[in-house]
């Protein structure tokens, strides 16, 4: 039996019947290269039970305290059953991109059943009409409580079920589930108040350990060398949502995108992300007319997991990036938001970040919950000032094929929780010499994700020219000053 940390009930207590709080991830197999052309939905299931059932998320459900007196507890009572987890779904005809799109989004608004362990996966056949995809594909559609996984433990888990060839061998070794004793009401009592009285003590270690990095922040704030976001304006993207999803993703070449990032120094991958990001809200609230002056800003969370920790959970911390939606030049943008990232990353390294998430252990349960219901209800967080306006996570894949049940991944992409007063996210991800963007949001927020996708297009393809002129201009700069200087002639005058 295994308590939540703080951060991993806030998303349980922030869940309600509108935001469901689980991340998923979607992956298209080619599964030609599968023995005999074709993989078989048991097989799939197979894979899946040898292989994750060592993986504490996957077999452990959730108990809540009662009253929610303290934080949930993950118990593994051995009632496991994959085919509960794993179903079977097909595309009507044509099967194409937009068919697709449109399952995900409905797939990915339904809550997960807290009673059993929180995932699901769903084997998706019919991707006939899918550019770039091979006819007969198939694809799978993950999802896992953002309780139980963050991006990081989740790719682990997405490593655990492939293999680096087609060649797929069974594991017939039957992995062993440890079983909890399955504790009392009176027990979780007893061991809430018992934690309600070490937390004093626990927020005096936590404190100690963080002020000094506070103070060097503070410090360093008031001689300017930190730079703090200080508007977030409210967009359409900070309003109520609906029980409804829209999803949409767009892929680049990633040498393309690192052509773009190159043409400002110093500047990463990440920063051309979240600048190709910028550009298209920008574009996007400009046709409506809603452009804010002041640039739009995202949390970028950011791992900061020590090596060799495999307890799952979510060991984040968090960035405030400006998006720099406020300026229409390509490169200009990402020349200020590489400076921004910067400069957000020297705050987060001064304070300290993996201290800053211990402080999530004393979010009090009870209060919580109840809070995030009620702000729902009545509609509180549309009269705040918004902390964000979108959320852009990046998660890199390998660069290197990978294979499950010996079919070959071919694209892989990611959906978020979006939820009331932040209604868009951004999954950034890469794979096999290929750079994916994903979205997720309300439906009443985008009524028009295929638009959105658009303005996602135009923004990259405006940076990948700007990258290009100016690599250009930097070229033709360079050859011109290795070229020899004519000599004067003999007799002729010095100008």
């Given at each position: 039996m295994l308590q939540l940390t703080g951060m991993d009930a806030s998303f349980l207590y922030l869940e309600t019947p509108n935001a469901p709080m689980h991340i998923s991830g979607l992956v298209i197999y080619d599964q030609s290269t599968a023995p005999g052309g074709k993989v078989r939905f048991k097989e799939i299931i197979e894979n899946y039970d040898q292989r994750l059932q060592s993986m504490p998320p996957m077999t452990r459900r959730l108990v809540e305290v009662p009253l929610n007196l303290d934080h949930p507890y993950w118990v593994s009572d051995g009632n496991y059953d994959p085919e509960f987890h794993i179903r079977h779904l097909a595309l009507p005809k044509p099967g194409d991109w937009r068919q697709l799109c449109i399952l995900i989004s409905r797939l990915h608004a339904r809550p997960l059943d807290r009673k059993r362990p929180l995932w699901e996966a769903y084997v998706i056949e019919g991707l006939d009409n899918v550019e770039g995809v091979p006819k007969g594909s198939f694809a799978v559609f993950s999802k896992t409580h953002h309780a139980a996984i963050d991006g990081t433990s989740g790719m682990e888990m997405t490593a655990a079920i492939h293999d680096m060839s087609p060649d797929y061998i069974e594991n017939r070794k039957q992995a062993i589930i440890q079983v909890d004793s399955q504790p009392s009401r009176l027990e979780l009592v007893a061991r809430a108040q018992i934690n309600n009285i070490k937390k004093p003590f626990h927020f005096v270690d936590v404190a100690m350990n963080t002020m000094p990095g506070l103070a060097r922040t503070y410090a360093?704030?008031?001689?300017?060398?930190?730079?703090?976001?200080?508007?977030?304006?409210?967009?359409?993207?900070?309003?109520?949502?609906?029980?409804?999803?829209?999803?949409?993703?767009?892929?680049?070449?990633?040498?393309?995108?690192?052509?773009?990032?190159?043409?400002?120094?110093?500047?990463?991958?990440?920063?051309?992300?979240?600048?190709?990001?910028?550009?298209?809200?920008?574009?996007?609230?400009?046709?409506?007319?809603?452009?804010?002056?002041?640039?739009?800003?995202?949390?970028?969370?950011?791992?900061?997991?020590?090596?060799?920790?495999?307890?799952?959970?979510?060991?984040?911390?968090?960035?405030?990036?400006?998006?720099?939606?406020?300026?229409?030049?390509?490169?200009?943008?990402?020349?200020?938001?590489?400076?921004?990232?910067?400069?957000?990353?020297?705050?987060?390294?001064?304070?300290?970040?993996?201290?800053?998430?211990?402080?999530?252990?004393?979010?009090?349960?009870?209060?919580?919950?109840?809070?995030?219901?009620?702000?729902?209800?009545?509609?509180?967080?549309?009269?705040?000032?918004?902390?964000?306006?979108?959320?852009?996570?990046?998660?890199?894949?390998?660069?290197?094929?990978?294979?499950?049940?010996?079919?070959?991944?071919?694209a892989n992409y990611g959906t978020g929780p979006v939820f009331d007063g932040l209604g868009l996210f951004h999954v950034i991800s890469s794979y096999c010499g290929a750079f994916t963007i994903s979205a997720t949001s309300c439906r009443d927020i985008m009524p028009d994700p295929s638009f959105y996708r658009q303005c996602l297009e135009e923004s990259f393809a405006e940076l990948a020219a700007a990258a290009t002129k100016s690599s250009a201009k930097a070229r033709s700069k360079a050859t011109s000053k290795t070229k020899p200087k004519r000599k004067a002639r003999a007799g002729s005058k010095a100008a």
């Open positions: 360093a704030t008031r001689r300017g060398e930190f730079k703090s976001v200080k508007v977030v304006p409210r967009t359409r993207f900070n309003d109520k949502v609906s029980p409804h999803r829209v999803f949409d993703a767009v892929s680049f070449e990633l040498e393309a995108v690192k052509a773009i990032k190159n043409s400002v120094p110093g500047a990463t991958v990440n920063d051309a992300a979240i600048a190709i990001v910028g550009g298209a809200m920008r574009k996007y609230l400009e046709h409506y007319d809603e452009l804010p002056d002041d640039s739009m800003v995202a949390m970028a969370p950011v791992n900061v997991r020590t090596e060799g920790d495999n307890t799952g959970g979510n060991v984040v911390s968090a960035l405030t990036v400006q998006v720099r939606s406020d300026i229409a030049e390509p490169l200009e943008r990402l020349q200020a938001v590489h400076e921004g990232t910067r400069n957000a990353k020297e705050m987060s390294q001064a304070i300290g970040a993996k201290a800053m998430t211990d402080y999530t252990q004393f979010i009090p349960s009870m209060l919580t919950a109840q809070a995030a219901r009620m702000a729902s209800r009545w509609g509180l967080l549309n009269r705040m000032k918004p902390l964000f306006n979108c959320v852009i996570t990046n998660v890199p894949g390998p660069q290197v094929p990978l294979y499950s049940t010996g079919a070959k991944m071919i």
